[in-house]
């Protein structure tokens, strides 16, 4: 993968700006920039939604326009509240604020109501008695034109008296429906008289039982569009096909005729994107809820410790396109990483602790430590870290049987503790079923702060916990939630859940932390040296720290090695 290109905030050139430029120039909305993101409130937003408020909110601040958050909710058996409430909370969290203007196509439902008995008394809609799968049966086929509905020709009066019915509960659901008089040849398929409204005795999550008829979404999109007046309305390519549907609806009502522009969904590779898919996984258990942090939901990744800042830096560097492809999920991490390594301050954490024992250091006795909190950041300062004879050590920084291009811990040799002093391994403590217990060292008091007066050289840095100090917690290391770069590819009589990693999540419990990361707060990140980047956890409480690996270092020892050469 090459190196992304961090782009301006407002991103890089697109056909959508280039369009609304046009627009502007020509002064087609009398220069107004006004659109919306219509989120359907049957889901948690993903990293797929993001890009789409991104785009919305982005271009609209950009020529001081104005971007709607509107419901979609027009599905009254699949949406509720515990949704909306979750998308305006992460849609604030991205960082964009839609002030006043919240909206519901369900606030709506009256007006298009009166639109679709408009369009009856028109002789551009007509009620259909036929069931759902004679609609199907009548529809034609890519080569085959459709068969026109019996019901089609009927009177405006039958009709509009069966739409009133309808809208009354006269009817049980599926008996009939509303459907626009367009055309049962057409080559595309939205326009054979397509279906505007179906009953539906369903409780809906605003408007509780008023309505039992419910208008299709690319019925009621277009024109709740048109009552806000957007100019762009922007959504992902699928919908190209439903352009002409859309155009035809205001047409025929003679109302105010937003711009539909389509762009190409985002796709993560090893990452599924699909509300469906994503309840299931929540549904069947495979994941802890819609937050947990290996989701792709924004309230996933924010819990695992992303930043809106690295999203939206994201969002900006992919740009658009007219053919959807798949991005690298290992260029959203990119992004991530730059921005935590701006502003994450670095600790000292030990995951799979082995203890040291410093033979010729003082017994009881703790010095405290000078640890920079940021090399990026100046500003960040210094903090005292407790350095004492009994230490940990990650396990696998010691080997007492060092392959050739092992550099670190192992007997008779010399490294560096970071921020401490360098330690010379002397012997092995094992236990009774042979694993290693101890591990014991001397130190050169002379070497404190990392150095040696007489310039000796040592090759390897580690990082290290006092014991006596140090606070037990919980870590929680992920990796792909999907094994397979496409995981929505799967093997004959399987479905994606096959490709879901068994060893997405793994618990470390004994993990030893800094003192100071004992009360450290929900939400705070770190950078754990030469580990990666991690984030507290909701679960976490006061002296018991539970913390969720962000995204690691790319290339942590190699860092950590340069930096160590580096005088300090
Ligand atoms: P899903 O397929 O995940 O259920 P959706 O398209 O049904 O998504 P909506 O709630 O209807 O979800 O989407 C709200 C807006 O977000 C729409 O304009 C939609 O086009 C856009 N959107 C959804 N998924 C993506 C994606 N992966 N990339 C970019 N935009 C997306
Ligand atoms: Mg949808």
């Not at 068969?147 to 009709?159: L, M």
Request: some cysteine; proline content about 6%.
């Amino acid at each position: 993968m090459t190196t992304p290109n961090p782009e301006p905030a407002s991103g890089p050139s697109n056909f959508v700006r280039d369009i609304i430029l046009d627009d502007l120039k020509t002064n087609k909305y009398r220069g107004r920039v006004h659109t919306r993101f219509p989120p359907e409130p049957n889901g948690y937003l993903h990293i797929g939604h993001a890009k789409s408020i991104c785009l919305n909110f982005g271009l609209a601040a950009e020529f001081g326009g104005k971007t709607n958050l509107r419901f979609d909710d027009t599905n009254p058996s699949k949406e509720e509240t515990e949704y909306v409430d979750s998308i305006i909370d992460n849609v604030h969290w991205l960082g964009f604020d839609w002030q006043d203007r919240l909206f519901y196509a369900s606030d709506y439902f009256g007006q298009l109501y009166e639109w679709a008995v408009q369009l009856i008394q028109a002789g551009k809609a007509y009620v259909c008695d036929l069931t759902a799968d004679e609609i199907r049966q009548y529809r034609g086929t890519p080569s085959e034109p459709g068969k026109e509905s019996p019901y089609r020709n009927r009177g405006i009066e039958e009709s509009l008296d069966l739409f009133a019915r309808m809208k009354a509960g006269k009817f049980l659901d599926g008996t009939r429906t509303l459907r626009a008089k367009i055309d049962m040849a057409s080559p595309n398929f939205n326009m054979r008289d397509p279906i505007m409204y179906r009953i539906l005795h369903a409780e809906h999550h605003r408007t509780g039982n008023e309505w039992c008829i419910y208008p299709m979404y690319d019925y009621a999109h277009g024109q709740s569009d048109s009552i806000e007046g957007i100019t762009h309305s922007i959504c992902t390519l699928e919908f190209e096909d439903h352009r002409p549907l859309y155009d035809w609806y205001v047409e025929a009502l003679g109302i105010y005729h937003p711009r539909q522009i389509e762009f190409d969904r985002l796709n993560l590779t090893y990452t599924l994107l699909s509300k469906r898919k994503l309840l299931t996984l929540v549904q069947e258990g495979h994941v802890r809820g819609w937050d947990d942090p290996r989701m792709p939901t924004l309230s996933g990744i924010r819990r695992r410790g992303y930043t809106p800042e690295a999203l939206r830096n994201f969002c900006a560097s992919i740009g658009l396109s007219k053919t959807t492809g798949s991005i690298e999920l290992g260029r959203l991490e990119y992004f991530v990483r730059e921005d935590l390594n701006k502003s994450a301050p670095r600790v000292m954490a030990v995951l799979r602790p082995l203890k040291v024992i410093i033979d010729n250091y003082p017994e009881g006795q703790v010095e405290e430590m000078d640890a920079i909190n940021n090399p990026e950041d100046a500003g960040a300062g210094t903090r005292k870290v407790p350095f004492s004879k009994v230490l940990f050590i990650e396990r696998e920084d010691f080997r007492e049987d060092p392959p050739k291009e092992f550099f670190r811990l192992s007997p008779g040799r010399e490294v560096r503790l970071r921020y401490g002093y360098f330690i010379k391994c002397t012997g092995v403590v094992k236990n009774a079923s042979g694993e290693i217990a101890e591990v014991h060292c001397t130190y050169d008091p002379a070497t404190r702060g990392g150095n040696a007066p007489d310039g000796r050289k040592v090759k390897a840095t580690i990082h290290w916990v006092s014991a006596g100090q140090a606070v037990s917690g919980e870590v929680r290391m992920y990796s792909n939630l999907f094994l397979k770069e496409d995981p929505g590819q799967v093997e004959e009589g399987q479905d994606f859940t096959a490709n879901l990693n068994p060893k997405s999540l793994e618990v470390l419990v004994e993990c030893k932390l800094e003192p100071e990361l004992a009360n450290a707060a929900p939400g705070t990140r770190y950078q754990f040296e030469r580990l990666g980047y991690f984030c507290v956890d909701a679960d976490a409480a006061p002296g018991k720290p539970v913390f969720n690996r962000t995204v690691t270092l790319k290339d942590a020892w190699a860092k950590i090695e340069k930096r160590g050469k580096q005088p300090k």
